[in-house]
């Protein structure tokens, strides 16, 4: 068993590594991943849109897979590794070239999705490579990586919502760093 | 949100015990559905006891050619594995046909069968609902309820079960497994989810403080035809209106298995036994399979605003009966 020890207890201490570097804290039992990523840490790359799992403004990678940040209880996520929008350029790079991308393609207007959206096409992207199929995939031999069209990439990210529509240039942006 | 007690269990035995002794706990698995209740006041805990780390995240295949699911597994590991994939693609293609890549990531699969309905009346606390607050009545049955329920509602409750991954196993005739401090026992997931009747508060026939560990699927050769479909007001991430998953094997020119389940009609997958009685033996014909919804789909009693869920729901059956038997070469 491991959490509270004493029955009635509403907070644990919790250890996250966001970003390379490991962060103790004691967490009220009630705050999410989130909250703790803005407020406490001040990443504020994750954005709260709908705070209800429905819109995707806050998706992060946690342990590799990308997860609604606002869903997930802190607490149990101890031990966990979690990477923001704010730690995806490699070392020595200004940009990851997903990031580049966007800004090539003109992928965004207002901004506000575009961290969700990063993380959400990052962690697709590795699913597909894992073989993971979608609703669209046919004919893919189950194990086989799955070769993305915009049919795949829009499937595959309707769970980022944008409200100014920049659907299509997104799914450009991640056309051009399909390996 | 009010404050709460947070524990790990590390074994169902322990989860079981550490749940017994806390009044008021919830089991937490992937929290997708339980967090956002908590936020919108709707589940009120006392203590949450974290099952999602218990040691129940294989697919594991059984020497009877069974394959059983531990309840940690996550939806989208679920939906990739290559033995679902394979012999039970109807599974593969719920899951998949449900929620987001972030959502199924995080969803676990016995989280996936306890998940509580969308009715907007059971997640607005202003609202009146026998299902969150039993005797205060059903706001949907005069009101919104253009997704609700036309087959086994009771005048208490007209809310749907939202699964799309519980509508396949109840086509496959899976079984839930459940551990509590009683033991451990199986039920089909087919009547584990309940219909509302005079109790819509009860979802499912689980126990208070028991666990589900894991579903449990019949063998299945590779050549067992099998497939999904589901209706919904836009292409991808929203619930169904209406759906149906489908196992039919043809031999012989004639239908010798059948399991038919429908989506978000009832207030569980609604197992459709009558249509399966009157395709067993016959031809697997359009006409036999349109025969055959249509006995099914008399017993519905649609509300004011949700009549066309019945004519949907048999397009989409008798589409998908009509791709299997073809493709089985009949």
Known sequence: MSGSNDPGSTCSETTLTVNGKPHTLLVDHRRVLLDVLREDLELWGARKGCDHGQCGACTVLVDGRRVNSCLLLAVALDGSEVRTVEGLAGDGEDLHPLQQAFLDRDAFQCGYCTPGQLCSALGMLDEAAAGHPSRVTTDVPAGRPVPLDRDEIRERLSGNLCRCGAYPRIVDAVEDVIP | MKTFDYVRAA???????????????????????????????????DALVDVSRLPLDEVEELPDGS??????????DLAAHPAVRERYPVL?????????????????????LLQRTRCPYFQDISKPCNKRAPGSGCGAREGVHRDHAVLGHSPHCIATHPSDMAVALAALDARVELYGTEGARSVPVADFVRLPGEHPERDTEIAPGELVTGVLLPAAGAGLPSAYRKARDRASYAFALASVAVVLRVTDGVVDQAGIAFGALAHRPWRARRAEQALLGAAPTQAAFEHAVDLELSAAEPLRDNAYKVPLARSLAVDVLTRLARAAGA
């Open chain 2, 92 to 112: 593969s293609q719920a899951l998949l046909a449900g929620a987001s890549g972030q959502l199924r990531n995080a969803a676990t699969t016995g989280g996936n």
């Open chain 2, 67 to 76: 394959l059983r699911v531990g309840a940690t597994v996550r939806n989208s």
């Open chain 2, 11 to 45: 074994s169902p035995e322990e989860a079981a015990e550490l749940f017994a002794a806390r009044p008021g706990a919830r089991y937490l698995g992937g929290g997708t559905n339980l967090v956002d209740l908590m936020k919108l006041g709707v589940e009120q805990p």
